[in-house]
């Protein structure tokens, strides 16, 4: 593994030393519970470890991922991102000659249920991915699971895919592989909750019924903690309660073989209706891990006097507004590059990141996590190709046929300059969906409000729950009722947080499921494809260049994950940039 390359700008963050070991957790070796407070007005509602639009917020993956191990998983707590052994479902994997195949040896682990962590839970992850790649939240067009042409099982620990052609391993194993999750074939293989385990993944049709069974039984929360399906784990937690108003309670798998033995009993995730609700709580010794907003930064002296340690939790992360390409209404006008111009030029990042998240947000401006230290940015990125200039933002939109009327909304006067489908009097009045619970986020909308409606932009804001927000923010035609979306925010805690590599594939790339807007381009296309193959540092500036000049979405100040207040008898180590919690790893004293 290339470490240089995977140093990637999170100079700030530690691997913890892989241990080996694999005996069974002796009773008695973990102790204590911890409550962690959950994002503000954000309830975990999917346990499936294959995400599906709509249900792809970073606390449902931080919570399955504790259940169920990755083939691979990665860790940036130690300066460097790179792989996690004790947190791995296998031995580093091991590439062809010709870079066009890779083969895996399992660890030894164990279902709960006493079936053993088989290469048959890594065929029925890839029937079930193959079948149903659509409906999937990690595909991408030409990633997984198209890259892989083919599954192979040597024996019952060793397999081999078969890759259409050679990539970087470090992309490969960083960006792909660390979305295989081996699922329990020997209790999920059915498809009815009183049907039969078989092979039924081993046909395109059975591998649907079965997709579309899990899926029903993920969609229906209230029944997770009673459901035999989810009792199935192989990770260091089992689910105890999992409430439909937010409450999770982790606890340790006493079944569990593998080396990332949890140190507590059990883990409570506490939802919050909005960060006053939670602060509350924490003024009064309510939580053991907890959050302040930035407005809160004040009352630091307060809060470490009872006990608590302040530690910005930062993330390898992007934060934006998509735009919705395909809404029948606002699509054409988003097409036209000028407006998109127009309108970043009207997003004061600098005082957005200083006023009102109080430094806690640094500015973004283009598809790379804005770290000047990381090898990847490029110099248009580093910048800042639009800086804050209403003037100039109104006069892209003057000069492109629209004219500000009375009521200061701008409407096209010219339909030949304002591009096509954009008819003579179609107004700049644009609706935004955004997040609720945050004062930082409803003043950054305020902001935005304001700032562009100096440029003729009517910005009508709506808020929502952060899962209703996400659950009606999907990619769509324009024919199809749920495209009704113009614009949406999520990224109160950051919009989109990156493995490894922070190539787009997932969230530019044409046809992708996280691709919420619909954004497409071939010379963006060509450029992901780029960093896949070499993942070096001139195809990602190349990358970095290009999206930051064309503006896919409004980029924003990213925040960090969240200004983290810690009891001190709680030893969590350095949080990871991942944004991964590690519960497993934490100590009390």
């Known amino acids: 593994m290339n470490r240089r390359l995977l140093t990637a700008g999170v100079a700030a ?3 913890l030393a892989a241990s080996c070991g694999t005996e069974p957790t002796p009773p008695g070796a973990a102790k204590g519970t911890v409550s962690f407070a959950l994002p503000p007005n954000a309830t975990p509602n999917w346990i499936f470890p294959l995400g599906i639009p709509g249900y792809l917020a970073s606390y449902n993956s931080s919570i399955y991922e504790v259940l169920y191990t990755p083939l691979y998983s990665y860790n940036g707590t130690s300066g460097t991102v790179a792989m996690d052994p004790k947190a791995s479902a296998a031995q580093p994997p091991k590439y062809g000659a010709d870079g066009k195949s890779v083969t895996i040896t399992l660890n030894d682990l164990t279902w709960s249920n006493g079936q053993k962590l088989t290469t048959r839970d890594v065929e029925f992850w890839y029937n079930l991915v193959k079948a ?16 892989i042409t083919g599954f192979t099982a040597t024996d019952d620990k060793t397999f081999t895919f078969t890759l259409d052609k050679a990539y970087s391993p470090d992309w490969f194993t960083a960006n792909q592989l660390t979305n295989v999750r081996p699922l329990p074939q020997s209790a999920w293989d059915k498809t009815s909750a009183d049907g039969a385990v078989g092979d039924n993944d081993r046909t395109e049709a059975g591998a649907q019924q079965v997709f579309d069974f899990l899926v029903s039984q993920a969609k229906d929360l209230p029944s997770y903690t009673s ?4 009792k199935v784990v192989d990770g260091p937690f089992a689910i105890e309660e999992y409430s439909t108003s937010g409450q999770v309670t982790l606890v340790r798998n006493q079944k569990y073989t593998g080396q990332d033995k949890p140190k507590l009993d059990k ?25 302040l907003a930035s ?14 340690v302040i530690q910005p939790w930062k993330g ?3 934060t934006y507004i998509p735009y919705n ?5 606002a699509g054409p006008v988003f097409k036209q590059l000028y407006v998109r111009q127009a309108i970043q030029y009207a997003v004061d990042q600098e005082s957005i990141a200083k006023n009102i998240w109080r430094d806690m947000a640094v500015p973004g401006y283009g598809p790379i996590p804005q770290d000047n230290s990381s090898p990847f940015l490029s110099d248009t990125q580093k910048s800042n190709p639009y800086p804050f200039d209403v003037a100039k933002g109104k006069q ?3 000069s492109h046929g629209w004219a500000i009327g009375a009521d200061g909304v701008a409407s096209c006067t010219d339909p030949g300059a304002c591009g096509p489908g954009i008819a003579a009097g179609t107004q700049l009045k644009l609706t935004l969906l955004a997040e609720s619970g945050s004062k930082e986020t409803d003043n950054m909308m305020a902001e935005l409000k304001s700032s562009l409606s100096k440029i003729g932009v009517a910005l009508d804001l709506k808020q929502a729950p952060l899962n209703t927000v996400l659950g009606n923010t999907k990619p769509c035609k324009p024919e199809q009722p749920e495209c009704s979306w113009q614009l949406s925010f999520f990224g109160t805690q950051g919009s989109w947080y990156f493995p490894a590599y922070p190539s787009g594939e997932r969230i530019f790339g044409t046809g992708a499921t996280s691709n919420l807007g619909s954004y497409t381009d071939p010379k963006a296309d060509e450029l992901i494809s780029a960093t896949t193959f070499t993942a070096d540092e001139a195809s990602m500036k190349a990358y970095s260049d290009y999206l930051a000049k064309q503006l896919p979405v409004i980029w924003l100040p990213n925040p960090a994950y969240q200004i983290s207040a810690i009891k001190k008898n709680l030893n969590v180590g350095t949080q990871d940039p991942l944004a991964s919690m590690q519960p497993q790893r934490w100590t009390t004293s």
């Open 227 to 230: 459901n035999p399906l989810w």
């Open 132 to 147: 149903n790649k659509s409906k999937w939240g990690g595909y991408a067009k030409g990633r997984l699971p198209d890259n």
């Open 325 to 329: 390409f395909n809404n029948p209404q």
């Open 13 to 15: 963050v530690a691997l």
């Open 295 to 308: 407005a809160n930064l004040n009352q630091k002296d307060s809060l470490e006097q009872k006990g608590y």
């Open 396 to 398: 892209l939109l003057e």
């Open 316 to 318: 390898w992360a992007i």
């Open 267 to 291: 883990v409570s995730l506490k939802p919050f209706t909005s960060a006053d609700a939670e602060f509350n709580v924490l003024q009064t010794n309510g939580l053991d891990y907890g959050y």
